[in-house]
């Protein structure tokens, strides 16, 4: 089953938390035993699987990654558009997740989550998602 949604961020960088609309997918998709894959097809997008109980665990993974990959470090893709830093953290984190389902759910962890990071907004973004059985 293929499926798509499309989440608008309101920040510079932002992760949003996602797992709601890919479990409804799931549920939809009947699929008892399978994989769910969830892709996101940006350049300065990525989809990470954390914690999604305190909040705040979004603002320490931006705050970490703008330590490791500053904005204004002289890149030379700056000179086109300005967002080398966003194609660098989406690069290292990566445009999909994969997530077994059995039972018809998601095999996530206890204090786990999805999310959609964006590096580059406030945009539109286009989320992915192929259940195979």
Not at 57 to 64: V, Y
Not at 88 to 113: A, M, R
Request: aromatic share 6%; net charge negative; with cysteine.
């Amino acid at each position: 089953m293929y499926a798509e949604f499309r989440i608008k961020t309101g920040k510079k960088q932002e992760i949003v938390d996602i797992t709601n609309y890919v479990k409804e997918i799931v549920r939809k998709s009947k699929v008892e035993e399978g994989l769910c894959v969830i892709y996101v097809p940006h350049a300065t997008a990525a989809v990470i699987i954390n914690e999604n109980y305190d909040p705040s665990i979004c603002d320490d993974i931006l705050n970490a990654l703008e330590k490791l990959i500053p904005k204004d470090a002289g890149y030379k893709h700056d000179r086109i558009d300005d967002n080398a830093h966003a194609h660098i953290k989406s690069g290292i984190l990566g445009p999909s997740q994969s997530i077994p389902i059995k039972n018809g759910e998601l095999q996530l962890g206890t204090w786990q989550g999805i999310a959609l990071a964006d590096f580059d907004g406030p945009r539109e973004r286009r989320v992915i998602v192929q259940i195979f059985d």
